[in-house]
């Protein structure tokens, strides 16, 4: 599987963006997909999760803010990012993985990650 995500920019706080990751082959539908970020000087860290059968997940730092949602016919998960906040600022990365995990290690594909800048 090949990942590419884009979507990210520069945001002032308060605003909104959705992110994108466009994934090549046909068993898209069968992944589960996640976002995780990266902060400079600082762990990746998960975002957000879509199972192959559609449940969503997600840490208190972002549950109401943010939502995962995937389009199995065009192969691309979403990353809709509401209410933005400067310490959401990263790099923003899409994986995948056979079955449901919550750590960045055992994922097995990355997308190239996409840079958010949130403004204060």
Same mark, same amino acid.
């Given at each position: *599987?090949?990942?590419? /995500?884009?979507?990210? +920019?520069? *945001? ?10 466009? /994934?090549? +082959? $046909?068993?898209?539908?069968? %992944?589960?997909?996640?976002?995780f970020?990266?902060?400079? +000087?600082?762990? =990746?860290?998960?975002v &957000? ?11 208190? $730092? ?6 995962? $949602? =995937?389009? @199995?016919?065009? @192969?691309? *998960?979403y990353?809709?990012? @509401? ?6 600022? &990263?790099? %923003?990365?899409?994986?995948? =993985? ?5 750590? /960045?290690?055992? %994922?097995? %594909? ?7 800048? *949130?403004?204060?």
């Amino acid at each position: *599987v090949q990942l590419q /995500a884009s979507g990210g +920019g520069l *945001v002032q706080a308060g605003g909104s963006l959705r992110l994108s990751c466009a /994934a090549s +082959g $046909s068993t898209f539908s069968s %992944y589960t997909m996640s976002w995780f970020r990266q902060a400079p +000087g600082k762990e =990746r860290e998960w975002v &957000a999760l879509i199972s192959s059968g559609g449940s969503t997940y997600y840490p208190d $730092s972002v549950k109401g803010r943010f939502t995962i $949602s =995937r389009d @199995n016919a065009k @192969n691309t *998960v979403y990353l809709q990012m @509401n209410s933005l906040k400067p310490e959401d600022t &990263a790099v %923003y990365y899409c994986a995948a =993985r056979k079955s449901t995990s919550f750590a /960045a290690r055992m %994922y097995d %594909y990355w997308g190239q990650g996409t840079q958010v800048t *949130v403004s204060s």
